[in-house]
């Protein structure tokens, strides 16, 4: 008989702060049992460029510049089911205080105008990704099937959701484990 | 600025400092001023010793007050459908571009403003504007011109052609109540003569039922009145007319004034109630000197004041009050509040009015269709005016006809007319649907055209808007869901929200972003506002949706961009900021055009 | 002589007057509500509160309740409705979370936790409005403002101050203060005012006191809001 095979997995994280990807990493013990049924994909935890075709994406952060969109939209298009993780990527998170001020105030008050400022000047670096004039939650750019909030959500948490995934069963969070901070 | 001074004073003398009236105040404050600036609010409140939150709480709803500087010449294009249709958005295009200046953006000079209000009540002649305040009627590309050149040369609007503001009834069928004459004081006398009683009998009798849009039975109201505890109760005339499409009040008070005031005095006779209110939607507003005269010649001939005709303990006037731009108003319970100098917010029910209605008062609150025909029921009796109409809905209906037809206008039927009928007599031809009751009503398609207008099949406030087979549902839908936006008090959370949302998803259509999932939200929108909602605006604001979405769900789905989802906005406009700040053109400063693949 | 009326299946006593809600505390039952206060007369705005009696929707909070009415209100149906008026009231305002004094001590945030509202489903709105931190010692962050009016009923009816009202309407409703300058420093609040502690979300906050309370030994950290709520009223 062939091991069983294991559940394919990607995760990204868009505008946030890596926080939720370190919650994932906080699994503990559990750990050694996710690697067990899962098998990364494109991933900050792997080296893998380009997502293939996924069971689950995890999307942290929201969406804040043309590459966000561009990482989204392919994890949306090769992932069966997509998660919201934390409250970035859930209701654009602290990436998204920006959106009361206009994306034109916001970029020359900080390249041009900052006291103290030298060598003035709005980055033109076509590596650079441009900014969206506003910061989206993840659900209103591509349909989203899950949410996971927190910020970060609790290792707990997360390793409750992806069980409640990996075993078929529509993922609930218990109450001490629903967090919106 | 002792002008502000002196121009409060007045106007708060004008209503003996009586903070019920701050609405009445706040009205004749920004006559004077143009506009209810901080310093005004502040001085209307210590003038009426209330808190300056309360006053500016108060100029805040009312879309006809203004706290923001605004041009000399206020002209707000009406924005109901079947203006729409008449060519108002053009025209006020055209207007704007003749005026050098931006709709909604006062002029650099301060000399104008263009804008759009709610339907004004005068589908059958529009399409309509008001210049600070007053009516013009018929609005064409000449009229444009001629409107444009008289703000340039700041001619006063007293001083523009009286034929601008020329309002005719258009009343196109007659049955019994606009067809047979009425002798002032006649029914009053008929009723008098049975006693209070017995006249109360006859109103059970005629069954009688509102026609302000609720159908509710109006003897049982005046009953519930004279009945209740308490002194001092008062018979409310509304006269909001504020549902788009309805004009047919605006008609029966320029022309039929004594039957609506006959008809107050018999309810009056009936309850016990001294005190009369008629509450005026502040677009009728020029018909207020003509009713006043009606009311002197009343005061005068003993049909109104005190010992009228002569009995003793028969007293009963009627004061006016004027609203000032809000379609909720016209929900018994909000113009109550409003009548009491408030914001327009539905009340709790129960208790209902007939309990505690205005100041607490136990108050009838009947519309003014529903008043004049009690002058008929008293002139014939309640048997004969129920003999007429169906079975449930007895009398007959006025209903406000606009839209695609050759006639447009006022047609009185016994109810229960077919809406084949009317649309027979109005003259329409390749009709592809009719809204009956204005935006919370319901519209009908051609399979439904055999069905008739009463209140146990297709109620009706009065609308009745036509539509050929050129216009487009989705359209229509679209406009009336903007209306319930800009008219939601705000109160309660599923129509505050609801109907913002519900219109995000209708832009998003008709910008040519939908997908199908988005008509999953809508419907789930509109449940929680039907269910949810605290007044009637809320439970019937998705109706229009509700009804295009089945009758008519092609006009959705042609518009749909994907079947699976699409964000609500264009995502690569949002880079044109960061496109031009940082004088970008490279590929990757596009988000379309660069082959992938779409979610 | 005490009456009954049905709560999802179960019998309730009420007497003559009781709103169903207040009937339902009373009797130890819990219908989720945001608006209504116990010490004052019923608002009616959330509609958190929302049941089905009789088969008709009706609010709580507001309705009297009549002897053998059939009431519905732990069901997935009305709960679903009532997470959907959550996620209205989410998306309406700026609600972060994370960075909010009241969280773990909110009560929109603890209805969502037990409503099970793990988004806002809904485009957020994203509205402009600026706080307010003229007043030594109170701020006023109107970006979580629910519009309950408890604060406008506070101040009104027990201050006496009229410290606050709303004005404009519908989606442009928004909270004012009693003052030309529209500051609260301007007006004669208070920090032991009954309207400074009254505010069921984090627009009314004391300041040089947020985040005292350690994650964990907050209102709702450990149990939800209708244990905390039949708690405080037992
Ligand atoms: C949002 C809303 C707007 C209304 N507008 C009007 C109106 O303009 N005129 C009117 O007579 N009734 C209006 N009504 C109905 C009134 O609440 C009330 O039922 C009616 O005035 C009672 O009079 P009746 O029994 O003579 O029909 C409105 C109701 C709602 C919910
Ligand atoms: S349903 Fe709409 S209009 Fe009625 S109270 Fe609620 S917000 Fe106001
Ligand atoms: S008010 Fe409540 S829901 Fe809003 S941000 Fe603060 S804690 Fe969160
Ligand atoms: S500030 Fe607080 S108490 Fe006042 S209306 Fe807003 S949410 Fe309610
Ligand atoms: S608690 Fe009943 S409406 Fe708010």
Same mark, same amino acid.
């Given at each position: 008989?062939?091991?069983?095979?294991?559940?394919?997995?990607?995760?990204?994280?868009?505008?946030?702060?890596?926080?939720?990807?370190?919650?994932?990493?906080?699994?503990?013990?559990?750990?050694?049992? %996710?690697?067990?049924?899962?098998?990364?994909?494109?991933?900050?935890?792997?080296?893998?460029?380009?997502?293939?075709?996924?069971?689950?994406?995890?999307?942290?952060?929201?969406?804040?510049?043309?590459?966000?969109?561009?990482?989204?939209?392919?994890?949306?298009?090769?992932?069966?089911?997509?998660?919201?993780?934390?409250?970035?990527?859930?209701?654009?998170?602290?990436?998204?205080?920006?959106?009361?001020?206009?994306?034109?105030?916001?970029?020359?008050?900080?390249?041009?105008?900052?006291?103290?400022?030298?060598?003035?000047?709005?980055?033109?670096?076509?590596? %650079?990704?441009?900014? %969206?004039?506003?910061?989206?939650?993840?659900?209103?750019?591509?349909?989203?099937?899950?949410?996971?909030?927190?910020?970060?959500?609790?290792?707990?948490?997360?390793?409750?959701? %992806?069980?409640?995934?990996?075993?078929?069963?529509?993922?609930?969070?218990?109450?001490?484990?629903?967090?919106?901070? | 600025?002792?002008?502000?001074?002196?121009?409060?004073?007045?106007?708060?003398?004008?209503?003996?400092?009586?903070?019920?009236?701050?609405?009445?105040?706040?009205?004749?404050?920004?006559?004077?001023?143009?506009?209810?600036?901080?310093?005004?609010?502040?001085?209307?409140?210590?003038?009426?010793?209330?808190?300056?939150?309360?006053?500016?709480?108060?100029?805040?709803?009312?879309?006809?007050?203004?706290?923001?500087?605004?041009?000399?010449?206020?002209?707000?294009?009406?924005?109901?459908?079947?203006?729409?249709?008449?060519?108002?958005?053009?025209?006020?295009?055209?207007?704007?571009?003749?005026?050098?200046?931006?709709?909604?953006?006062?002029?650099?000079?301060?000399?104008?403003?263009?804008?759009?209000?709610?339907?004004?009540?005068?589908?059958?002649?529009?399409?309509?504007? /008001?210049?600070?305040?007053?009516?013009?009627?018929?609005?064409?590309?000449?009229?444009?011109?001629?409107?444009?050149?008289?703000?340039?040369?700041?001619?006063?609007?007293?001083?523009?052609?009286?034929?601008?503001?020329?309002?005719?009834?258009?009343?196109?069928?007659?049955?019994?109540?606009?067809?047979?004459?009425?002798?002032?004081?006649?029914?009053?006398?008929?009723? =008098?003569?049975?006693?209070?009683?017995?006249?109360?009998?006859? =109103?059970?009798?005629?069954?009688?039922?509102?026609?302000?849009?609720?159908?509710?039975?109006?003897?049982?109201?005046? !009953?519930?009145?004279?009945?209740?505890?308490?002194?001092?109760?008062?018979?409310?005339?509304?006269?909001?007319?504020?549902?788009?499409? !309805?004009?047919?009040?605006?008609?029966?008070?320029?022309?039929?004034?004594?039957?609506?005031?006959?008809?107050? !005095?018999?309810?009056?006779?009936?309850?016990?109630?001294?005190?009369?209110?008629?509450? /005026?939607?502040?677009?009728?507003?020029?018909?207020?000197?003509?009713?006043?005269?009606?009311?002197?010649?009343?005061?005068?001939?003993?049909?109104?004041?005190?010992?009228?005709?002569?009995?003793?303990?028969?007293?009963?006037?009627?004061?006016?009050?004027?609203?000032?731009?809000?379609?909720?108003?016209?929900?018994?319970?909000?113009?109550?509040?409003?009548?009491?100098?408030?914001?327009?917010?539905?009340?709790?029910?129960?208790?209902?009015?007939?309990?505690?209605?205005?100041?607490?008062?136990?108050?009838?609150?009947?519309?003014?269709?529903?008043?004049?025909?009690?002058?008929?029921?008293?002139?014939?009796?309640?048997?004969?005016?129920?003999?007429?109409?169906?079975?449930?809905?007895?009398?007959?209906?006025?209903?406000?006809?606009?839209?695609?037809?050759?006639?447009?206008?006022?047609?009185?039927?016994?109810?229960?007319?077919?809406?084949?009928?009317?649309?027979?007599?109005?003259?329409?031809?390749?009709?592809?649907?009719?809204?009956?009751?204005?935006?919370?009503?319901? =519209? =009908?398609?051609?399979?439904?055209?055999?069905?008739?207008?009463?209140?146990?099949?297709?109620?009706?406030?009065?609308?009745?808007?036509?539509?050929?087979?050129?216009?487009?549902?989705?359209?229509?839908?679209?406009?009336?869901?903007?209306?319930?936006?800009?008219?939601?008090?705000?109160?309660?959370?599923?129509?505050?929200?609801?109907? !913002?949302?519900?219109?995000?998803?209708?832009?998003?259509?008709?910008?040519?972003?939908?997908?199908?999932?988005?008509?999953?939200?809508?419907?789930?929108?509109?449940?929680?506002?039907?269910?949810?909602?605290?007044?009637?605006?809320?439970?019937?604001?998705?109706?229009?949706?509700?009804?295009?979405?089945?009758?008519?769900?092609?006009?959705?789905?042609?518009?749909?961009?994907?079947?699976?989802?699409?964000?609500?906005?264009?995502?690569?406009?949002?880079?044109?900021?960061?496109?031009?700040?940082?004088?970008?053109?490279?590929?990757?400063?596009?988000?379309?055009?660069?082959?992938?693949?779409?979610? | 002589?005490?009456?009954?009326?049905?709560?999802? #299946?179960?019998?309730?006593?009420?007497?003559? #007057?009781?709103?169903?809600?207040?009937?339902?505390?009373?009797? #130890?039952?819990?219908?989720?509500?945001?608006?209504?206060?116990?010490?004052?007369?019923?608002?009616?705005?959330?509609?958190?509160?929302?049941?089905?009696?009789?088969?008709?929707?009706?609010?709580?909070?507001?309705?009297?309740? +009549?002897?053998?009415?059939?009431?519905?209100?732990?069901?997935?149906?009305?709960? #679903?409705?009532?997470?959907?008026?959550?996620?209205?009231?989410?998306?309406?305002?700026?609600?972060?979370?994370?960075?909010?004094?009241?969280?773990?001590?909110?009560?929109?945030?603890?209805?969502?936790?037990?409503?099970?509202?793990?988004?806002?489903?809904?485009?957020?709105?994203?509205?402009?409005?600026?706080?307010?931190?003229?007043?030594?010692?109170?701020?006023?962050?109107?970006?979580?403002?629910?519009?309950?009016?408890?604060?406008?009923?506070?101040?009104?009816?027990?201050?006496?101050?009229?410290?606050?009202?709303?004005?404009?309407?519908?989606?442009?409703?928004?909270?004012?203060?009693?003052?030309?300058?529209?500051?609260?420093?301007?007006?004669?609040?208070?920090?032991?005012?009954?309207?400074?502690?009254?505010?069921?979300?984090?627009?009314?906050?004391?300041?040089?006191?947020?985040?005292? +309370?350690?994650?964990?030994?907050?209102?709702?950290?450990?149990?939800?809001?209708?244990?905390?709520?039949?708690?405080?009223?037992?």
């Amino acid at each position: 008989m062939s091991a069983p095979e294991k559940t394919r997995v990607a995760t990204a994280s868009l505008a946030g702060c890596f926080g939720c990807h370190m919650s994932l990493l906080d699994i503990d013990e559990h750990l050694f049992e %996710l690697v067990e049924k899962v098998e990364f994909d494109r991933s900050p935890l792997t080296d893998i460029k380009h997502c293939g075709a996924c069971e689950i994406g995890l999307i942290e952060g929201g969406v804040c510049n043309a590459e966000n969109i561009h990482v989204l939209r392919e994890f949306r298009q090769h992932c069966k089911i997509l998660v919201a993780v934390g409250a970035c990527a859930i209701n654009g998170g602290l990436p998204a205080q920006r959106n009361y001020f206009k994306l034109d105030d916001c970029l020359r008050q900080v390249y041009q105008y900052r006291i103290g400022m030298t060598d003035a000047g709005i980055p033109d670096d076509p590596e %650079l990704p441009l900014l %969206l004039e506003r910061v989206h939650p993840i659900h209103e750019i591509v349909r989203v099937d899950y949410f996971l909030p927190g910020c970060p959500p609790s290792g707990e948490a997360i390793w409750s959701f %992806l069980s409640d995934l990996l075993a078929g069963r529509t993922p609930r969070l218990p109450y001490s484990l629903m967090h919106f901070d | 600025m002792p002008d502000i001074e002196r121009v409060v004073h007045a106007a708060a003398a004008r209503y003996e400092h009586d903070a019920t009236q701050l609405l009445q105040i706040l009205i004749a404050v920004q006559d004077e001023l143009g506009y209810l600036s901080p310093p005004a609010l502040t001085a209307i409140a210590t003038t009426l010793n209330i808190p300056r939150s309360r006053v500016q709480g108060v100029a805040g709803f009312y879309s006809f007050l203004y706290t923001e500087p605004v041009g000399r010449y206020r002209i707000l294009f009406a924005d109901n459908i079947t203006d729409r249709m008449l060519g108002a958005p053009l025209l006020l295009d055209e207007l704007c571009r003749k005026l050098w200046l931006e709709r909604g953006k006062l002029s650099e000079d301060g000399l104008v403003s263009i804008d759009t209000t709610s339907c004004t009540g005068l589908c059958d002649q529009g399409p309509a504007l /008001l210049v600070n305040g007053r009516v013009v009627t018929r609005v064409d590309h000449r009229r444009i011109n001629r409107i444009a050149e008289l703000v340039r040369r700041q001619v006063p609007v007293e001083d523009w052609p009286a034929e601008f503001f020329h309002i005719d009834d258009n009343i196109c069928r007659r049955d019994a109540l606009l067809g047979t004459p009425f002798k002032p004081g006649s029914a009053l006398i008929a009723a =008098m003569r049975l006693g209070r009683n017995d006249w109360l009998q006859e =109103m059970h009798k005629s069954k009688l039922r509102g026609r302000g849009g609720a159908g509710f039975t109006t003897a049982v109201k005046w !009953t519930g009145c004279r009945d209740a505890p308490g002194q001092q109760k008062v018979i409310v005339c509304n006269a909001y007319e504020g549902e788009p499409g !309805t004009f047919k009040d605006r008609v029966l008070l320029n022309s039929f004034a004594d039957h609506v005031f006959e008809g107050m !005095t018999l309810a009056s006779w009936a309850t016990g109630a001294q005190l009369g209110l008629v509450y /005026l939607r502040g677009e009728y507003r020029y018909l207020w000197p003509a009713l006043h005269e009606v009311l002197e010649r009343r005061r005068a001939a003993g049909l109104l004041g005190k010992a009228i005709l002569g009995t003793p303990g028969f007293d009963f006037d009627i004061q006016f009050h004027l609203g000032a731009g809000s379609y909720v108003c016209g929900e018994e319970t909000a113009l109550l509040e409003s009548l009491e100098g408030k914001r327009g917010t539905p009340r709790i029910r129960p208790p209902f009015p007939v309990v505690r209605g205005y100041l607490g008062r136990p108050t009838v609150v009947n519309n003014v269709e529903t008043l004049a025909k009690t002058c008929l029921i008293a002139l014939q009796g309640g048997s004969a005016f129920a003999a007429t109409g169906t079975r449930q809905s007895t009398g007959t209906k006025l209903l406000s006809v606009s839209g695609d037809c050759a006639a447009p206008g006022i047609y009185e039927y016994p109810f229960g007319v077919s809406i084949a009928k009317v649309l027979d007599d109005c003259g329409a031809s390749d009709t592809q649907a009719v809204q009956v009751g204005g935006a919370s009503g319901m =519209m =009908m398609a051609t399979y439904e055209f055999h069905r008739s207008i009463a209140c146990e099949d297709v109620p009706s406030a009065g609308a009745f808007m036509v539509f050929d087979s050129s216009r487009d549902p989705f359209e229509i839908a679209h406009n009336f869901v903007d209306f319930f936006v800009h008219e939601s008090c705000g109160f309660c959370t599923p129509c505050r929200l609801g109907t !913002t949302l519900l219109k995000g998803y209708m832009d998003k259509i008709a910008r040519g972003y939908g997908a199908k999932v988005d008509l999953a939200d809508i419907d789930w929108v509109n449940r929680l506002l039907k269910n949810a909602s605290h007044c009637g605006l809320g439970t019937t604001a998705p109706n229009p949706v509700v009804d295009t979405l089945v009758k008519f769900r092609p006009a959705y789905e042609r518009r749909m961009q994907s079947l699976d989802f699409e964000p609500a906005f264009d995502l690569d406009a949002e880079l044109e900021t960061a496109r031009r700040l940082t004088g970008r053109a490279d590929p990757a400063a596009y988000l379309n055009g660069n082959n992938e693949a779409r979610p | 002589m005490n009456r009954e009326f049905m709560l999802d #299946g179960l019998p309730v006593a009420f007497t003559e #007057g009781q709103t169903i809600l207040q009937a339902a505390r009373a009797a #130890g039952r819990y219908i989720p509500s945001l608006c209504w206060h116990p010490d004052f007369p019923p608002h009616g705005s959330c509609k958190l509160c929302i049941v089905k009696a009789n088969g008709r929707h009706v609010s709580a909070c507001a309705l009297p309740a +009549r002897e053998g009415m059939e009431v519905e209100s732990d069901t997935p149906e009305i709960n #679903g409705e009532r997470r959907a008026l959550l996620q209205m009231l989410f998306v309406e305002g700026n609600h972060f979370c994370p960075s909010c004094e009241k969280s773990g001590n909110c009560q929109l945030q603890a209805q969502a936790y037990e409503l099970e509202m793990t988004s806002a489903r809904f485009d957020y709105l994203f509205p402009v409005r600026p706080v307010d931190a003229s007043h030594p010692d109170i701020l006023l962050d109107f970006n979580r403002c629910i519009f309950c009016e408890l604060c406008v009923r506070a101040s009104r009816d027990v201050d006496g101050k009229h410290i606050f009202a709303l004005t404009e309407r519908g989606i442009h409703k928004h909270l004012v203060v009693n003052a030309e300058s529209g500051r609260l420093s301007d007006t004669d609040f208070a920090a032991d005012d009954l309207a400074a502690h009254i505010c069921p979300v984090g627009v009314i906050l004391h300041k040089r006191v947020g985040f005292q +309370r350690p994650i964990g030994q907050r209102d709702y950290d450990h149990e939800p809001i209708s244990q905390v709520a039949m708690e405080e009223s037992s």
